[in-house]
């Protein structure tokens, strides 16, 4: 064999075991931080307002149904 194929061959080698080498270490990182919990931000409006409370929500329909029947309360519920 030609001495330029060889290099080319080891070249592509090299590129090819540094790849898998970050992939797998990318991979194992990940795994290890599903573990932890996740920590969403509140938006400042909500900061007093705890679990359980309900919220009145304006959703403005163009159908002329009145509901007053309450099904559409939405509760807060924080993780």
């Known amino acids: 064999m030609n001495d330029v194929i060889v290099i080319v061959f080891l070249v592509c080698f090299v ?3 540094g790849a898998t080498f970050a992939f797998m270490f990318k ?18 409006e909500m900061d007093e307002v705890e679990t359980g ?8 329909y163009e159908d002329e ?9 939405i509760l807060v519920i924080r993780k």
């Open 65 to 73: 149904e009145e509901d007053d029947d309450d099904d559409g309360d």
């Open 15 to 17: 590129a090819l075991f």
């Open 27 to 44: 991979s194992m990182t990940m795994i290890y931080q599903m573990d932890k919990p996740i920590k969403r931000r509140v938006h400042p």
């Open 53 to 60: 409370t309900e919220l009145l929500v304006f959703r403005g």
